[in-house]
């Protein structure tokens, strides 16, 4: 039996023209889903309603924006704009760098759609059937790029749903880092629903980080399906800055030997800001390594979330995966829920897991005022000292810089 | 020689409802050492928390003029500005803060609050150089975080160093012979006296008459049961030395 749902959230939306099949795809699926409610357990803490029973309204990449407000310069990159969800070619710069290519997806992109989590994740479905001008980025065979991409998202209007698209495709030993950063400026309820497939094949090391600052009334779910070959290193950092909603899913299958996963998060949330990580690792293949770090500091009324699981299947021997998750609570109203999940189906492995949440050293606060440091600096300091052990993982210094500033 | 510095007045304080000062009174002077003595739990250290602005302990009566102004009335790093400053009995580790961006900051803050100009990178590395040698602080434990993994004594050793970099008009070190050994005790000692100048002074509390061998004190008090039950010279140290508290 199918049933037919109508989602109000889809109303007035114009299809993906990038794949017809795969917008026909999604779109009969999405009828047969559901969003879903507390009662899933991916979803127990995080709820949707507010941003699902909205109506949206597309946009293209024709907003009027300043480019210059959102470039780092100390990054040196080659900065790729994408504006309202549209991969914008005369906003962003030229690329000049040999066996790297950076193109709109197109139906002759056989990658397109390969790793999406459709059936499992509506809000990728609802991506897959509504993104347009969906970005690609390919690195040749044995090329290191050695500069960083750095992708710059912006919302120019309220009310804007913007479906970003990312295909991402590293071939054999290369090597490519990639910064996602979100914006929002000046405006109201935006919506972005972005979905990353990344494919790091055998031998290639990709870095991908992620700065979601788009404001005090702006949501964002962020989704990157990856997969990982046999002996490639995999780092993706998520940042979020001042943003009221954000839900992170970062589902990595690492289907080859010797491969190296790292994720790292921070979160500082304020007001009343919810913030969700979920990461999935689903180890398919022996000897590899996966290691994860989440550190938050929560104020005010805000919310943390977050999930790491684990999976580590069937003959998937000699896996090392840790994973640690630490919150500093710094008002009575804010609160955190975090949930490690293992699930082990080999029987060599070494699994460590942790997660804490706690106030601040009353002790170490005092200390530091007795010696003349006012109490907000103090704050300050222990803040900057607890996050430091997530920002060392970035391993660009500039880009280290320009997110601790 | 007649400055007041700290002017302590029938000052009771408690926690959890517990009644720990009863009334303690205590006048110090700019060019004065005194030294506090007095059995384990009667409430030396609290004092010196809560002349250092400790929030958990309850005030109940009496007032503190620091250099003519109402101390109790000051946050804790104002206290520090205005010049006060405690060795902690047991220093704090920070995880993650280091030595010197925790003295810099210090120091910045302190300029700030009294208007100054803030010391440059290059006088601040001068000082603390200076310092360092004062109290012969190995090179490494400068950068190390603050007090993570240090020794007992290196812990005390630190204090005195962040007491020689913040200059304070009051000091007051608590226990900080406690866990020194003879030759560290000497360093420490001759450290507090070169700092030691005719407009500050120092309230030593200690446990040991040792310690008073080498910073000479002008008066000794005990505190017994939140009170100061006895005052004297520095005979009154050799005395309890001797004959212990019971006395009296
Ligand atoms: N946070 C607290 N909660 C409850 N009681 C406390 C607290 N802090 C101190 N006290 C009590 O107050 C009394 C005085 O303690 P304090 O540390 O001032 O003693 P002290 O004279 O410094 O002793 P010592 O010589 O052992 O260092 C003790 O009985 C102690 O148990
Ligand atoms: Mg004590």
Redesign the pocket.
């Given at each position: 039996m199918t049933t037919t749902t109508i989602h109000p959230i889809t109303e007035n939306l114009i299809p993906s023209t990038i794949n017809n099949v795969a917008t026909e795809n999604a779109l009969n699926l999405l009828s047969a889903m559901t969003f879903p409610t507390r009662k899933s357990e991916d979803w127990k803490y995080t709820r949707i309603n507010k941003i699902i029973k909205k109506e949206y309204i597309q946009k293209d990449a024709s907003g009027e924006i300043n480019t210059k407000d959102f470039i780092e310069e100390s990054l040196n990159a080659i900065n790729v704009f994408v504006i309202n969800g549209h991969y914008s070619t005369e906003l962003s710069d030229a690329n000049k760098n040999d066996g790297l290519v950076l193109e709109k997806i197109t139906i002759d992109n056989i990658n397109y759609n390969s790793l999406a989590s459709n059936q499992t994740n509506i809000f990728t479905t609802l991506n897959t059937a509504y993104a347009n001008n969906g970005l690609s980025i390919s690195v040749q065979k044995n090329t290191k790029i050695k500069q960083p991409i750095h992708i710059i998202h912006v919302n120019t209007i309220s009310n804007v749903i913007a479906n970003p698209r990312t295909l991402i495709v590293l071939e054999q030993s290369s090597e490519l880092e990639v910064i996602q950063s979100y914006y929002a400026p000046t405006i109201e309820d935006t919506f972005t629903n972005s979905v990353t497939e990344v494919l790091v094949s055998e031998n290639a090391k990709f870095t991908l980080t992620k700065i979601e600052n788009e404001g005090a009334n702006s949501s964002i779910i962020a989704t990157d399906d990856i997969k990982q070959l046999n002996d490639s290193t995999l780092r993706v950092n998520t940042f979020t800055k001042r943003q009221e909603f954000a839900r992170n899913g970062i589902n990595v299958s690492v289907d080859g030997q010797n491969c190296a996963t790292y994720l790292n998060g921070a979160y500082s949330p304020i007001k009343k800001e919810h913030i969700d990580n979920h990461t999935r690792v689903d180890h398919l293949q022996p000897n590899c390594m996966s290691s994860e770090i989440y550190k938050g500091v929560l104020n005010d009324k805000s919310v943390g979330v977050f999930n790491g699981k684990v999976i580590v299947h069937v003959d998937a021997q000699k896996i090392e995966a840790y994973q640690k998750n630490n919150n500093v609570l710094i008002s009575d109203t804010a609160t955190m829920n975090a949930k490690p999940e293992l699930e082990i189906f080999a029987d060599d492995v070494k699994c460590s897991h942790g997660t804490t949440t706690g106030q601040f050293d009353e002790e170490a606060i005092f200390y530091l005022q007795a010696r003349g440091i006012s109490k907000d600096t103090a704050k300050m300091m222990l803040v900057e000292a607890f996050m430091d052990e997530v920002y060392n993982e970035i391993e660009n210094d500039n880009l280290r810089n320009s997110i601790k500033k | 020689m007649s400055n007041t510095i700290i002017k302590i007045k029938n000052l009771s304080a408690s926690?959890?409802g517990?009644e720990?000062l009863k009334g303690v009174n205590l006048e110090v002077k700019a060019g004065e050492v005194h030294a506090i003595m007095?059995?384990?739990?009667?409430?030396?250290?609290?004092?010196s928390?809560v002349l250092a602005g400790r929030d958990?302990y309850e005030i109940t009566g009496g007032s503190v003029e620091f250099l003519g102004k109402d101390l109790l009335e000051y946050d804790p790093e104002e206290r520090a500005w205005l010049g006060l400053f405690l060795a902690f009995?047991y220093p704090v580790e920070i995880a993650g803060v280091s030595n010197m961006n925790f003295l810099k900051t210090a120091l910045h803050e302190k300029s700030k609050y009294l208007n100054e100009d803030p010391i440059s990178a290059k006088d601040f590395l001068k000082r603390v150089k200076e310092k360092a040698a004062l109290v012969e602080l190995d090179d490494k434990l400068k950068n190390r975080s603050v007090n993570e993994g240090f020794s007992g004594g290196e812990k005390k050793r630190n204090e005195i160093f962040q007491m020689a970099m913040l200059e304070p008009i009051l000091a007051i070190l608590?226990?900080t012979d406690s866990g020194l050994d003879i030759d560290a005790l000497k360093v420490v000692s001759n450290g507090v006296n070169t700092l030691k100048n005719k407009d500050n002074a120092i309230i030593v509390?200690t446990?040991y008459q040792r310690l008073l061998d080498y910073i000479t004190p002008d008066f000794v008090h005990v505190?017994a049961d939140g009170k100061i039950v006895k005052t004297g010279d520095k005979n009154l140290a050799l005395e309890l030395e001797e004959k212990g508290y019971d006395w009296v």
């Open positions: - | 926690i959890e517990k720990i007095g059995p384990n739990g009667s409430g030396k250290s609290t004092l928390s958990e009995q608590d226990e509390i446990h505190l």
